[in-house]
């Protein structure tokens, strides 16, 4: 059966909460320092408390007074249960008890007892109600780690928080807690966090920030910081006014975080201060604003109205082009030379939407629409990136030598037979290469087309591999002719059709509407195939169209290439091989071909599945009104993620295994998976995913939430289950021991 979840009370209506108590606030309100117990003990008000550590056995033991004077027996059928727990007592008998595998998570892999027994606040703590199932007790196990996070000793945890819908309890962790974990500034409140960076290999312990040469406050804001914080090791440089790819390559040796957007402000003090313009971080190892990550994580944002953060992205970008000639790959040095996927004109106007200042909304608009204007004709419709044959654009970044941020072993079997060739190591031999010490033109254009894999987002994959730099891939140019499309309706109708640029140059909206079409009927030439029902990646150098089936055939739909007779075919003949289990692959099975020793799994195909491409064919399929189709493809992928959530420790991972019924957050090909390594909690999520869930959560009608929240199959809730045949979301039933 599965298991039974509290769901009376909604988290969006606080007033719904028992003794104006919310048991849903977030832990930094759960268990702050104003939830004391003396602070309560004196207001007389019975509400979750906590302890500071400093209290001592005899405030709970005053606790236990309260409680049984406030309320009697018969209160335990009338109220939600508190449970009033020692935190470190607990949270070590709880751990020896259930975590068998010693990993410091309660998950279905556990062979423990599953049941817990917790004194009621009301009896003093004396009679015990039992806890059962992993659901409970891992919730159990992550508030006793937060708990014990803000110094509590005593704590008393609601009923509720431990049995909360984890529809409910996922969401309101996103937006509560996720978001603002992932939340990063480059200034001095936070560059110890922010300079950390796990793909370095430099063996330095320096800390470095690399500043472009017009930005002299800005360095001498960083300096300063430099200065007043020695520990922090901090070296500021400026960035060189021609950025060449012997340059980023030199400084590999070198690396450092590049300066991103600053904004004036005056603190409580009346002094004027420079501070970071905030962003949001992918998660795990990625510590730095990412390109397409930001992009689908703003949408997120936007769904919790968060529209500052989301704008401040945007912002961020504007800085990028400005300085840097593109939205980079990320903010690291060794990204200078490399973008991603483009989506800044969607992004922009999600925001502008959202922003109540006319005046300023216009002037955020003009700036970010300048920015992508400069970006399509320098960065995607300037060679190397454009082919003129065709008039499409490829995925084709500078760059010399091999890619530092990757592990060190991670090309060790490609470069092995070139150090037997010199019978040099692999260090000698890697030093050689990039310096071109030695030529080799194969490694060249395998690198060529690395590096190209890497600014599409999607390293790695066999649709790509050895191929890239060649491709007139579906996914760029969808989001190329989403470019032209948009700067052409915003002239038209944002700026009455005369759009003026910083040099003066006026665009309109007509030669953008020209260059949407053009784009749409060469897309239609090379990378439609109307006998499949299929986009296909178009190579440019064979001139011929690639044979893998991947998902970013549905970006054509969600950037509005696709005729509706297009749409129509490709979601009859295309959709049902990528649809399986818990959502859409990100490549078909019989592309991937057979796995083995000379052909391993790479985790941008088959079987797994990822955020953007799930959520980009939600909206496209809703595009051309195929809602029903759209709402099975969200129930599929959030049922993937709250499993994994309610199963697995509350865990929310980069990627999943979409085939796998009882694991989906177990990807073990090439990085593995960012997010599985929690000790007791999770406590940022990923960002990508994150925003899918807020996102999947607005196609769900109320029957869908109530299917997620108990775990209902895709398949079972597929097959027409009645709404009152599923698991009802009572309050447990807790047996008096």
Known sequence: MPPKFSSYYDPRDEDSAVDNDNPFANANQYYSRDTDLSTRIKSNRARTLSTSADAGLEAAAELRQQYVRRRGSLDEHKQPRKFLVDVEKTLKSLLESEDTDKNMQITIEDTGPKVVSLGSASSGGYRLYELRGT??????LQELTLAKDYGRRYVLID?????????????????GTFWDALTRRIDASSLETICKDTKDRSGGRVNRIYVPKAEQEMYEYYA???????????????????????????????PGLLALAMQRYTDENGKTELRGVPFVVPGGR??????????FESLGLLIDGRVDLARSMVENFIFEIKYYGKILNANRTYYLLRSQPPFLTDMALRVYERLKDPKDAKDFLYRAFCAAIKE???????PPRLDPKTGLSRYRPGGLGIPPETEAAHFEHLLKPYTEKYNMTLEEFTHAYNYQEVSEPALDEYFLHDRAVRESGHDTTYRLEKVCADLATVDLNSLLHKYETDIARVIREEFDDHFIMPNGSVESSAIWDRRARAR?????????SEEDGMWYDYNTKTETKSSYESATAFWALWAGVATPKQAAKF?????????????LVAGTKSSLGQVGVDNPSRQWDYPNGWSPQQILAWYGLMRYGYEDEAKRLVYRWLYTITKAFVDFNGIVVEKYDLTRAHDPHRVTAEYGNQGVDIMGVAREGFGWVNASYQIGLTFCNSHMRRALGACTEPDVFFSGVKEESLPKFENLSLGQN
């Not at 990625?286 to 992009?295: Q, T």
């Not at 399509?376 to 300037?382: A, L, Q």
């Open 224 to 254: 300063k910081v430099a200065n007043e914080k020695p520990d922090l090791n901090l070296v500021v440089e400026y960035l060189p006014e021609d950025i060449t790819p012997e340059w980023v390559r030199d400084v590999n040796d070198k």
């Open 520 to 528: 749409r009927h060469a897309m239609e030439r090379y990378n439609w």
């Open 135 to 140: 659901y409970q007790l891992s919730n159990l």
């Open 286 to 295: 990625f510590n730095e604003l990412y390109g397409w990550d930001s992009y």
């Open 376 to 382: 399509y004709h320098t960065v995607w419709t300037s």
């Open 159 to 175: 009923e509720r928080r431990l049995n909360e819908n984890p529809v409910n309890r996922l969401s309101r962790l996103i937006k």
């Open 571 to 583: 979601v009859d003949k295309s959709l049902p091989k990528f649809e399986v289990l818990g959502g």
